[in-house]
């Protein structure tokens, strides 16, 4: 069994924090030694209490599901003898009330445009087998309720 972390640092830094208009921005930093600024986003907190620079909850949590799909899709594409270019996916969360009426991320839509070169060029058909194969492995997906949608860009 394999641990995953991330350390979350928030400090009121003098802020009036009592009034509930403080700055939401914050450092998530990762085992590797990245740090990223975080924030709520100005969807939920407004600005200036949000960063719309920094990385919300909500863009981290569309990032991980499209991040483990293309791992996954470069995995078997490539044993499966598919050379892979380029792979970029414009995802789109959707934030709205579930079944339960609370706010959640309902839908997740992927949209993988991928190019290969090589003399064994995948069909329509095999992108889309591949595709289906990769949301099936991936471990971000089967961990979440959030329907996960992936519409190739072919």
């Not at 909850?57 to 799909?69: G, I, K, M, Q, R």
């Not at 991320?105 to 070169?117: E, I």
Request: charged share 20%; with cysteine.
């Amino acid at each position: 069994m394999a641990q995953y972390t991330a350390e979350i640092v928030w400090q009121r830094e003098g802020q009036d924090f009592l009034d509930n208009r403080y700055s939401r921005k914050h450092l998530l930093r990762f085992d590797g030694g990245v740090e990223v600024a975080g924030s709520s986003s100005p969807h939920v907190v407004p600005l200036p209490m949000s960063d719309a620079a920094a990385i919300d909850p909500e863009e981290a949590f569309v990032a991980s599901l499209a991040s483990c799909h293309m791992l996954w899709f470069l995995s078997i594409a490539a044993k499966q003898r598919f050379c892979v270019d380029r792979y970029q996916d414009s995802a789109v969360g959707v934030m709205a009330k579930n079944d339960q009426g609370k706010l959640a991320m309902t839908v997740v839509t992927l949209r993988p445009a991928v190019s290969f070169s090589g003399e064994k060029q995948p069909t329509r058909a095999q992108i889309e087998a591949l595709h289906h194969e990769a949301h099936e492995a991936c471990y971000i997906a089967n961990s979440v309720k959030t329907e996960v949608r992936c519409e190739p860009v072919v």
